[in-house]
T-cell receptor, first 115, second 114 residues
Framework: DAGVIQSPRHEVTEMGQEVTLRCKPI?????LFWYRQTMMRGLELLIY????????DSGMPEDRFSAKMPNASFSTLKIQPSEPRDSAVYFC?????????????FGPGTRLTVT | SQQGEEDPQALSIQEGENATMNCSYK?????LQWYRQNSGRGLVHLIL?????REKHSGRLRVTLDTSKKSSSLLITASRAADTASYFC??????????????FGSGTQLTVLP
C-alpha cells in the first residue's frame, strides 16, 4: 500500500487566493482526519470524517475553511480566501476503527505558505 | 491546555544512552499512543498501550502507563542517531464517546548525538 497520499507537497500562494489541499487515505480505512501543525500551536485537529461523514469540525478555525469527503478514497481541505496566518503544515491521516483501539496513519503533509 | 503534555520539551543524549520521555494527561482514556515525527515528515505510530495495561515493549521501546497518575513514559534503550526526532503522546479520550479522535501533546524533541 502506498500509504496516505497528499498533494501538493508544497504550496505557495498570495493572500486572498483559494487553496485546495487533497488527500487519498489508505484503502479500507473508514476514518479520515485533517490536522494543522505550527510551531506556536503544535498539532491541531481541524476536522474528521467517519465513513465519509463529517463527525467533528469544531477545530476548523473559521468559515474560510471547509472540508469535503465525496467518497471513501478522496478528501479535500479548502481555504478561501487564504491569509498569511494560515501558513502551516497540513496533515491528513486515516485509520480503521475497530474495537477499542486504533492507530492513525499520517500522510507526508502539505507545507502551505501564504504571502 | 492540551490533553497530553510531554516532558521534557527537548532532550539531548549521546548515542548508546537511554532516553526517557514522559506524558501527562487529564481525562480518562481508552488508550494512549506514542508517535514519532522526523523533520519534514508526517507522524508515525510507534506503540499503543490500553488503559488496562501497565507496560508494553516493542523492540527498543518500552512504554508504561499509570492511570492513577494519568501519566505515561516512553523509554528508548540504546539510542541511535536515527532516533533523533520529535516524539508525541496521543490519548484516545474515553469521554469523547463516538468521536474517538486522538488528542496530541506538544511533543519532545530528542536529539541523539553520534
Amino acid at each position: 500500500d502506498a500509504g496516505v497520499i497528499q498533494s501538493p507537497r508544497h504550496e505557495v500562494t498570495e493572500m486572498g487566493q483559494e487553496v485546495t489541499l487533497r488527500c487519498k487515505p489508505i484503502s479500507g480505512h473508514n476514518s479520515l482526519f485533517w490536522y494543522r501543525q505550527t510551531m506556536m500551536r503544535g498539532l491541531e485537529l481541524l476536522i474528521y470524517f467517519n465513513n465519509n461523514v463529517p463527525i467533528d469540525d469544531s477545530g476548523m478555525p473559521e468559515d474560510r475553511f471547509s472540508a469535503k469527503m465525496p467518497n471513501a478514497s478522496f478528501s479535500t481541505l479548502k481555504i478561501q480566501p487564504s491569509e498569511p496566518r494560515d501558513s502551516a503544515v497540513y496533515f491528513c491521516a486515516s485509520s480503521f476503527r475497530t474495537g477499542s483501539s486504533y492507530e492513525q496513519y499520517f500522510g507526508p503533509g502539505t507545507r502551505l505558505t501564504v504571502t | 491546555s492540551q490533553q497530553g503534555e510531554e516532558d521534557p520539551q527537548a532532550l539531548s543524549i549521546q548515542e548508546g544512552e537511554n532516553a526517557t520521555m514522559n506524558c501527562s494527561y487529564k481525562t480518562s482514556i481508552n488508550n494512549l499512543q506514542w508517535y514519532r515525527q522526523n523533520s519534514g515528515r508526517g507522524l508515525v505510530h510507534l506503540i499503543l498501550i490500553r488503559s488496562n495495561e501497565r507496560e508494553k515493549h516493542s523492540g527498543r521501546l518500552r512504554v508504561t502507563l499509570d492511570t492513577s497518575k494519568k501519566s505515561s513514559s516512553l523509554l528508548i534503550t540504546a539510542s541511535r542517531a536515527a532516533d533523533t526526532a520529535s516524539y508525541f503522546c496521543a490519548t484516545d479520550d474515553r469521554t469523547s464517546g463516538s468521536a474517538r479522535q486522538l488528542t496530541f501533546g506538544s511533543g519532545t524533541q530528542l536529539t541523539v548525538l553520534p
